[in-house]
């Protein structure tokens, strides 16, 4: 088979190495004269790493590049640090390789080192492309056709291949540009001297910065607003004065990292979202051509490297009669894990540039709270490294998928579309744009699918100094306060009003839902403290019985708040209800490990990102937070419902142990082939169970 690859960059150059490792015919057609890349830094990942292993091409970027020591995450205006996520020692372990910060032309090296000359054309720029049932054809400027068996389109952000392919596209700018610089090390005496990535946070803006070279060049990249680039042409510049300006509130060692620099390039951050297909017919896309992201999660050549890598073992598998197979298997493995480091790079990029100082306030709690459970950043960067696209190329597609996507394992079809509903709640777009996104997707999401019963009458109060919803039903009856779930961070009273109305209404009273604050700009203890002056405020309000219920977060808080509430020697409740409780903030259970990839809304790793989120200063085995280690004594009867199938199932197991051998009355139902919070979806024959039994239960507490 003989392929042909449009484009001599990162992807190109593996993807040739690739096919010819597996037996092929690769043909690199690069339109530049020479493989002379302008000089940056790139940080090449441990499952980049793994993917030049298999491409014989590590042992260059070993013998040229520094090797890591980890990130460390800096305050850019006070020079505090924030997070240090080590890539050494046990990291280095657990992802199977190490970090090297390299130069990119020592890594166009490292890859045309291991591939003869006769397999790469420079100056062929490419003219035109079709196909035929069984060829390929390329027509370049000078005139010339050649043709192929395949086509791949390696030809970066602005490639004529996905243009030929699936029309004109304009990528989408993040509003965001990047002053880039190398700064020799014999020049820069007081540049720290440790081989840390370092992530300088601000207002607006970040810098990137590493050793390359091994330690004789320090890489550069300060990412600032577009609209503070006052120029008309973004290109080489030996004026630095509007650099030094545009970071003029940073601190000492940024000042004296800028000091150094005598010469500047500018370049525009732009994106794509992924295509839902790469492939027409023979020819078919990789790297950016395909899939563009920001620099902000340093996967960019990586996914490069990876794609190269695991299209090659899947034309292997299928082989040249059969390449339609070939790349249908390519894109099911890696268009899910293009898109997952998508959100994350612009996530990262919105973090990293915050404006709000009260959400640079949240940002800086977060990490804090992140070191408090995950000491190396796992949750962020682990689900990355681990990754060995050789490995996973070589595993059924079903595996990859499972564990990248998730496969619905429940049977009944009512429960399988819940499954549905949670997998698909929030948007690619929702998740890049952190906390803020993920809260207007979850109310967007609630809004459609929780329901509340036909007529149901809300009235906005104020209890106990905080905002609250009154759902109206029998006021002589019994209360009902609601706790909301969504991880500390999202939800509302009002994502809330259908579950509370039904839990009320099956009492025969009424409910009232606070609107506690949410984390990470609200840490710990604000979500108890404003859950205890609701429940205060509703101990005055009535001497009917009082009930507390919630779910995930909620649930938690139900126990905490009664725990609380005893301590202070407040009327107890009547009973109480956790549905999915998220009762342990240290995210340590089995099931969250063995459950959580199959889970489609509380993954291991979203439930870590909750818990920093909330924890911040506090240690997650604080009993206020994590009540799973509450004394637990006289405390009120305890109903617990949760599912068996979700990651969540061990925090209510143990929970409902820990009451037992407090003494508590409690009654624990795990419900088979559910969801996470089944009872929100009103519809569901479970959710209907639970209600009855929620209504049982109360009657005789």
Not at 402 to 407: K, L, S
Request: aromatic share 8%; charged share 20%.
């Amino acid at each position: 088979m003989r392929a042909l690859i449009v484009g001599g960059g990162i992807g190109g150059l593996a993807a040739a190495l690739g096919l010819l490792k597996e037996g092929f015919e690769p043909l690199v057609l690069e339109q530049a004269p020479s493989l002379l890349p302008v000089g940056a830094g790139v940080n090449l990942t441990p499952n980049a790493m793994k993917a030049m292993v298999y491409l014989g091409a590590d042992q260059h970027i070993r013998d040229t590049a520094v090797e890591g020591a980890g990130f460390l995450g800096v305050d850019l205006e006070s020079g505090t640090e924030i997070f240090r996520h080590s890539m050494l020692g046990k990291a280095a372990s657990i992802y199977g390789d190490r970090l090297y910060s390299t130069f990119r032309p020592d890594l166009v090296d490292a890859l045309t080192g291991s591939l003869p000359a006769q397999y790469v054309r420079l100056g062929a720029a490419v003219k035109d492309i079709w196909q035929t049932d069984d060829s390929v054809f390329v027509r370049l400027e000078s005139g010339e056709e050649i043709s192929g068996d395949i086509l791949i389109g390696a030809d970066g952000l602005n490639s004529v291949i996905r243009a030929k392919l699936f029309g004109q596209q304009k990528a989408t700018f993040s509003g965001y540009a990047a002053w880039r610089s190398l700064i020799p090390a014999a020049t820069a005496p007081k540049i720290p001297s440790d081989t840390f990535t370092r992530t300088y946070m601000g207002d607006s803006r970040h810098i990137v910065f590493f050793p390359i070279c091994k330690g004789s060049i320090y890489n550069f990249a300060g990412f600032v607003p577009a609209t503070e680039i006052k120029r008309e042409a973004w290109n080489i510049s030996s004026e630095v004065s509007e650099l030094r300006d545009t970071f003029a509130a940073a601190c000492d060692e940024v000042q004296d990292i800028m000091s150094y620099i005598r010469e500047t390039f500018i370049t525009g951050i732009f994106f794509r979202d992924p295509l839902a297909s790469w492939t027409q017919g023979r020819i078919t896309l990789l790297g950016d051509a395909a899939h563009p992201v920001p620099p902000s999660a340093a996967q960019g050549a990586t996914m490069a490297l990876e794609d190269a890598v695991t299209l090659a073992i899947c034309l292997r598998r299928y082989g040249a009669k059969n390449c339609a197979a070939a790349f249908a298997d390519y894109q099911r493995r890696r268009i899910p894990a293009a898109t997952r480091i998508l959100i994350q790079a612009r996530s990262n990029l919105r973090l990293y540039n915050e404006s709000d100082p009260v959400q640079r306030n949240a940002r800086t709690g977060f990490y804090r709270g992140l070191a408090q459970i995950d000491a190396i950043g796992d949750v962020m960067r682990g689900w990355m490294y681990r990754q060995d696209a050789v490995k996973s190329a070589e595993r059924p597609v079903e595996d990859v998928e499972r564990e990248t996507t998730g496969i619905n394992p429940l049977k009944a079809p009512a429960a399988r579309a819940a499954y549905e509903k949670w997998r698909t709640a929030l948007t690619a777009s929702d998740n890049a744009d952190g906390w803020i996104g993920q809260r207007a997707g979850y109310e967007r999401f609630a809004a459609k699918e929780f329901s509340a019963p036909k007529n149901t009458k809300i009235e906005t109060i104020d209890c106990g100094g905080g905002p609250a919803l009154r759902v109206a039903g029998n006021t002589n009856g019994p209360a009902l306060l609601y706790l909301h779930g969504g991880g500390y961070t999202m939800g509302s009273a009002q994502s809330a009003v259908a579950i509370a109305a039904r839990l009320a209404q099956a009492i025969g009273g009424w409910a009232l839902i606070p609107d506690y604050r949410l984390a990470p700009e609200y840490p710990f203890p604000a979500a108890l403290d404003d859950a205890l002056a609701a429940y205060s405020w509703l101990v005055t309000q009535t001497t009917a019985p009082i009930y507390v219920a919630g779910d995930d977060a909620g649930g938690a808080l139900s126990i905490a708040l009664a725990v609380e509430a005893k301590k202070s020697g407040l009327r107890p409740p009547a009973a109480l209800y956790a549905i999915s409780p998220f009762c342990d903030l240290s995210v340590s259970s089995e099931s969250a490990r063995e459950l959580g990839p199959s889970d489609p809304w509380v993954k291991r790793n979203t439930l870590m990102l909750y818990a920093a989120r909330y924890i911040q200063e506090t240690g997650a085995h604080d009993p206020r937070i994590s009540p799973l280690h509450a004394d637990l004594s006289g405390l009120p009867p305890l109903l617990i419902h949760a599912s068996a199938e979700e990651a969540l199932r061990d925090d209510a197991m143990n929970l409902s142990e820990a009451a037992k051998r407090a003494g508590v009355n409690v009654t624990l139902r795990l419900f088979d082939d559910a969801v996470h919070s089944f009872p929100l979806f009103a519809d569901l024959p479970e959710s209907k169970e639970a209600l009855n039994a929620w209504a049982a239960f109360a009657t005789n507490a």
